[in-house]
Protein backbone atom coordinates (compact mmCIF):
# COMPACT_ATOMS: atom_id res chain seq x y z
CA UNK A 1 0.00 0.00 0.00
CA UNK A 2 0.62 3.83 0.01
CA UNK A 3 2.05 4.02 -3.05
CA UNK A 4 2.59 7.44 -4.82
CA UNK A 5 3.28 7.74 -9.14
CA UNK A 6 4.44 10.81 -10.76
CA UNK A 7 4.00 11.27 -14.85
CA UNK A 8 5.96 12.05 -16.10
CA UNK A 9 9.50 10.44 -15.18
CA UNK A 10 11.07 12.97 -17.25
CA UNK A 11 10.35 15.34 -19.74
CA UNK A 12 12.96 18.10 -22.04
CA UNK A 13 11.10 21.25 -22.93
CA UNK A 14 11.90 24.25 -25.03
CA UNK A 15 12.38 27.53 -22.95
CA UNK A 16 9.38 29.20 -22.72
CA UNK A 17 6.62 26.14 -22.99
CA UNK A 18 5.03 25.00 -20.00
CA UNK A 19 5.11 21.59 -18.43
CA UNK A 20 2.64 20.01 -16.34
CA UNK A 21 3.90 17.11 -13.74
CA UNK A 22 1.02 14.92 -12.08
CA UNK A 23 1.35 13.34 -8.63
CA UNK A 24 -0.96 10.90 -7.79
CA UNK A 25 -1.95 8.60 -4.36
CA UNK A 26 -2.70 5.01 -6.21
CA UNK A 27 -4.12 2.87 -3.34
CA UNK A 28 -4.99 6.34 -0.39
CA UNK A 29 -6.78 9.21 0.12
CA UNK A 30 -4.14 11.83 0.29
CA UNK A 31 -5.07 15.03 2.09
CA UNK A 32 -1.94 16.55 1.93
CA UNK A 33 0.18 16.89 -1.18
CA UNK A 34 3.95 18.35 -1.11
CA UNK A 35 5.92 19.64 -4.00
CA UNK A 36 9.93 19.40 -3.40
CA UNK A 37 12.85 20.43 -5.47
CA UNK A 38 15.99 18.70 -5.45
CA UNK A 39 19.28 20.22 -7.58
CA UNK A 40 21.79 17.57 -7.95
CA UNK A 41 23.85 16.23 -5.09
CA UNK A 42 21.62 18.40 -2.67
CA UNK A 43 18.76 18.01 -0.74
CA UNK A 44 15.14 18.23 -1.32
CA UNK A 45 13.81 21.44 -1.26
CA UNK A 46 10.35 21.91 -0.31
CA UNK A 47 8.18 24.07 -2.83
CA UNK A 48 4.60 24.01 -1.53
CA UNK A 49 1.86 22.32 0.54
CA UNK A 50 -1.03 21.48 -1.80
CA UNK A 51 -3.96 20.72 0.29
CA UNK A 52 -7.55 19.41 -1.39
CA UNK A 53 -9.89 21.63 -2.52
CA UNK A 54 -7.90 24.57 -0.87
CA UNK A 55 -4.77 26.95 -2.57
CA UNK A 56 -1.49 26.02 -2.26
CA UNK A 57 0.79 27.61 0.77
CA UNK A 58 4.01 28.17 -0.93
CA UNK A 59 7.55 28.63 0.66
CA UNK A 60 9.35 31.73 1.09
CA UNK A 61 11.38 32.39 -2.59
CA UNK A 62 9.03 30.12 -4.22
CA UNK A 63 7.30 31.59 -6.94
CA UNK A 64 3.49 31.21 -7.42
CA UNK A 65 2.99 32.19 -10.38
CA UNK A 66 5.99 30.30 -11.80
CA UNK A 67 4.85 27.03 -9.96
CA UNK A 68 1.14 26.66 -10.49
CA UNK A 69 -0.42 23.66 -8.25
CA UNK A 70 -3.65 21.82 -8.59
CA UNK A 71 -5.12 19.54 -6.00
CA UNK A 72 -8.40 18.83 -7.26
CA UNK A 73 -9.06 15.66 -5.92
CA UNK A 74 -8.17 13.65 -2.84
CA UNK A 75 -5.74 11.07 -4.99
CA UNK A 76 -4.17 14.07 -7.47
CA UNK A 77 -2.06 17.02 -7.20
CA UNK A 78 -0.32 18.58 -9.99
CA UNK A 79 2.51 21.00 -10.51
CA UNK A 80 2.75 23.13 -13.46
CA UNK A 81 6.04 25.17 -14.78
CA UNK A 82 4.82 28.12 -16.65
CA UNK A 83 7.08 29.50 -19.05
CA UNK A 84 9.77 27.52 -18.15
CA UNK A 85 13.38 28.30 -18.40
CA UNK A 86 16.71 26.21 -18.34
CA UNK A 87 16.95 27.31 -14.48
CA UNK A 88 14.26 25.31 -13.96
CA UNK A 89 16.07 22.26 -14.94
CA UNK A 90 15.69 19.93 -11.73
CA UNK A 91 13.85 16.76 -10.42
CA UNK A 92 11.12 16.91 -9.20
CA UNK A 93 9.64 15.15 -6.30
CA UNK A 94 6.04 14.76 -4.67
CA UNK A 95 4.80 12.80 -1.28
CA UNK A 96 1.61 12.33 -0.02
CA UNK A 97 -0.36 12.14 3.10
CA UNK A 98 -2.33 10.23 4.09
CA UNK A 99 -6.71 10.56 5.53
CA UNK A 100 -6.15 8.75 8.18
CA UNK A 101 -3.96 6.10 10.27
CA UNK A 102 -0.58 5.44 9.44
CA UNK A 103 -1.26 7.25 6.17
CA UNK A 104 -1.24 10.10 7.88
CA UNK A 105 1.68 10.17 10.35
CA UNK A 106 4.10 10.45 7.33
CA UNK A 107 4.67 10.98 3.66
CA UNK A 108 4.92 8.49 0.66
CA UNK A 109 6.94 9.88 -2.24
CA UNK A 110 6.72 9.47 -5.72
CA UNK A 111 9.55 8.46 -7.90
CA UNK A 112 10.26 12.12 -8.85
CA UNK A 113 10.32 13.95 -12.30
CA UNK A 114 13.23 15.12 -13.75
CA UNK A 115 12.64 18.46 -15.98
CA UNK A 116 15.15 19.76 -18.61
CA UNK A 117 14.47 22.56 -20.22
CA UNK A 118 16.75 23.55 -23.62
CA UNK B 1 12.71 26.43 13.85
CA UNK B 2 13.86 23.09 13.40
CA UNK B 3 16.58 21.44 11.70
CA UNK B 4 18.44 18.71 11.21
CA UNK B 5 22.36 18.39 10.60
CA UNK B 6 24.02 14.98 9.00
CA UNK B 7 27.58 13.70 8.61
CA UNK B 8 28.63 15.02 4.98
CA UNK B 9 29.91 12.73 3.20
CA UNK B 10 30.61 11.18 0.75
CA UNK B 11 31.20 7.65 2.85
CA UNK B 12 33.30 4.67 1.09
CA UNK B 13 33.29 1.67 2.70
CA UNK B 14 34.48 -1.88 1.95
CA UNK B 15 31.85 -4.54 2.04
CA UNK B 16 30.79 -5.82 5.09
CA UNK B 17 32.12 -2.82 7.03
CA UNK B 18 30.10 -1.28 9.26
CA UNK B 19 28.16 1.99 8.51
CA UNK B 20 27.27 4.54 10.93
CA UNK B 21 25.95 7.73 9.02
CA UNK B 22 25.23 10.67 12.44
CA UNK B 23 21.99 12.53 12.14
CA UNK B 24 21.30 15.36 15.05
CA UNK B 25 18.41 17.69 14.89
CA UNK B 26 16.41 20.19 16.43
CA UNK B 27 12.79 20.62 17.23
CA UNK B 28 10.52 22.22 19.59
CA UNK B 29 8.58 19.47 20.94
CA UNK B 30 8.24 15.73 20.40
CA UNK B 31 8.77 14.79 16.31
CA UNK B 32 8.92 11.97 14.42
CA UNK B 33 12.07 10.59 13.07
CA UNK B 34 12.75 9.07 9.33
CA UNK B 35 15.38 7.48 7.60
CA UNK B 36 14.99 7.88 3.76
CA UNK B 37 17.15 6.10 1.16
CA UNK B 38 17.31 7.79 -2.44
CA UNK B 39 18.65 5.41 -5.11
CA UNK B 40 20.47 7.14 -8.15
CA UNK B 41 17.48 8.35 -10.40
CA UNK B 42 14.72 7.97 -8.25
CA UNK B 43 12.93 9.27 -5.67
CA UNK B 44 12.94 8.38 -2.24
CA UNK B 45 12.38 5.06 -0.08
CA UNK B 46 11.28 5.45 3.53
CA UNK B 47 14.21 2.79 5.45
CA UNK B 48 13.15 3.33 8.59
CA UNK B 49 11.05 5.88 11.29
CA UNK B 50 10.68 6.25 14.75
CA UNK B 51 8.00 8.89 16.78
CA UNK B 52 8.87 8.67 20.61
CA UNK B 53 11.87 8.49 22.46
CA UNK B 54 14.01 5.55 22.43
CA UNK B 55 11.76 3.86 20.11
CA UNK B 56 14.51 2.07 17.46
CA UNK B 57 13.52 1.82 14.17
CA UNK B 58 15.22 -0.93 12.06
CA UNK B 59 14.52 -2.39 8.32
CA UNK B 60 16.83 -4.91 6.05
CA UNK B 61 19.49 -4.67 8.58
CA UNK B 62 19.53 -0.83 9.06
CA UNK B 63 19.18 0.73 12.83
CA UNK B 64 18.42 3.76 14.32
CA UNK B 65 17.42 4.54 18.10
CA UNK B 66 15.83 7.98 18.96
CA UNK B 67 17.76 9.14 21.41
CA UNK B 68 15.73 12.77 22.98
CA UNK B 69 18.69 13.60 25.44
CA UNK B 70 21.23 13.71 22.60
CA UNK B 71 18.58 14.84 20.21
CA UNK B 72 20.38 12.22 17.53
CA UNK B 73 19.24 9.83 15.28
CA UNK B 74 22.60 8.01 13.96
CA UNK B 75 21.80 5.22 11.47
CA UNK B 76 23.99 1.97 11.97
CA UNK B 77 24.38 -1.45 9.99
CA UNK B 78 26.62 -4.07 10.83
CA UNK B 79 27.73 -5.04 7.16
CA UNK B 80 27.40 -3.14 4.39
CA UNK B 81 26.81 -4.43 1.29
CA UNK B 82 27.60 -2.48 -2.59
CA UNK B 83 23.76 -2.88 -3.05
CA UNK B 84 23.82 -0.37 0.15
CA UNK B 85 25.77 2.36 -1.88
CA UNK B 86 23.15 5.34 -2.22
CA UNK B 87 22.41 8.78 -0.82
CA UNK B 88 20.90 8.46 2.92
CA UNK B 89 18.49 11.47 4.35
CA UNK B 90 17.73 11.60 7.83
CA UNK B 91 14.05 14.14 8.33
CA UNK B 92 12.11 15.03 10.99
CA UNK B 93 8.38 15.91 10.78
CA UNK B 94 8.01 18.61 13.87
CA UNK B 95 5.37 21.27 12.74
CA UNK B 96 2.20 19.87 15.07
CA UNK B 97 -0.81 20.08 12.15
CA UNK B 98 1.40 20.79 9.36
CA UNK B 99 3.14 17.50 8.64
CA UNK B 100 5.84 19.56 6.93
CA UNK B 101 8.92 17.09 7.06
CA UNK B 102 12.64 18.95 7.50
CA UNK B 103 15.64 16.97 5.73
CA UNK B 104 18.93 17.21 6.54
CA UNK B 105 21.22 17.28 3.38
CA UNK B 106 21.99 13.57 2.74
CA UNK B 107 24.69 11.62 3.20
CA UNK B 108 26.49 9.83 -0.02
CA UNK B 109 27.31 5.83 0.68
CA UNK B 110 29.62 3.94 -1.59
CA UNK B 111 30.33 0.29 -0.71
CA UNK B 112 33.24 -1.35 -3.32
CA UNK B 113 33.21 -4.23 -3.71
Known amino acids: GAVVSQHPSWVICKSGTSVKIECRSL??????MFWYRQFPKQSLMLMAT?????????EQGVEKDKFLINHASLTLSTLTVTSAHPEDSSFYICSARGVAGAYRDEQFFGPGTRLTVL | GDSVTQMEGPVTLSEEAFLTINCTYTATGYPSLFWYVQYPGEGLQLLLK?????DKGSNKGFEATYRKETTSFHLEKGSVQVSDSAVYFCALMGLVGTYKYIFGTGTRLKVLA
Open chain 1, 50 to 58: SNEGSKATY
Open chain 1, 27 to 32: DFQATT
Open chain 2, 50 to 54: ATKAD
